[in-house]
């Protein structure tokens, strides 16, 4: 079923103004030109910088870039593994798994909240391997099933 837009102006810190469409299809929530924080802070949790667009599922996040490839998927169901962690896809689309840890540890270790996870067993930095989990290859298989459904 196919609603209407809904547009909205929202203003951000520095007094701007910016516009942003979300479409909703059934269980689909699609948000165009959205605008991301303008300021570089380190904080604890995953901020997005500059203009991009989403797709919100029940189960997942996924946001793209301007181009509409995708750059990030975020598990919002029970079968992810934390709210915080998410997966990435570099520019030689690969994946890394960003896993927050027991965030102290981590933070004590190397000086960030989150450790990459690389998709590739032989380059993995320590033992973890989200890849070989049900939550990463979920999300995968969502992500896949998103593209053949947006194709038809």
């Given at each position: 079923?196919q ?35 303008q ?21 997942y ?5 301007l ?27 690969d ?8 965030y102290k540890?981590?933070?004590d ?29 979920s ?14």
């Amino acid at each position: 079923m196919q609603n209407k837009p809904i547009r909205f102006t929202i203003s951000s810190k520095s007094g701007h103004f910016y516009h942003m469409e979300s479409y909703h299809f059934d269980h689909l929530i699609i948000t165009l030109d959205k605008e991301g924080s303008q300021e570089f802070t380190k904080v604890s949790f995953p901020v997005r910088y500059g203009r991009f667009s989403e797709i919100t599922t029940p189960d997942y996040l996924f946001q793209f870039n301007l181009n509409g490839e995708i750059k990030y998927i975020q598990g919002r169901g029970g079968n992810w593994p934390h709210l915080v962690e998410w997966l990435k896809r570099t520019v030689g689309n690969d994946w890394i798994y960003y896993s927050a840890g027991d965030y102290k540890g981590i933070y004590d270790y190397f000086g960030e909240y989150y450790f990459p996870c690389l998709s590739y067993p032989s380059n993995a930095i320590i033992g973890n391997n989200p890849f070989s989990g049900d939550a990463v290859n979920s999300a995968m298989k969502s992500w896949q099933w998103l593209r053949v459904k947006s194709m038809n």
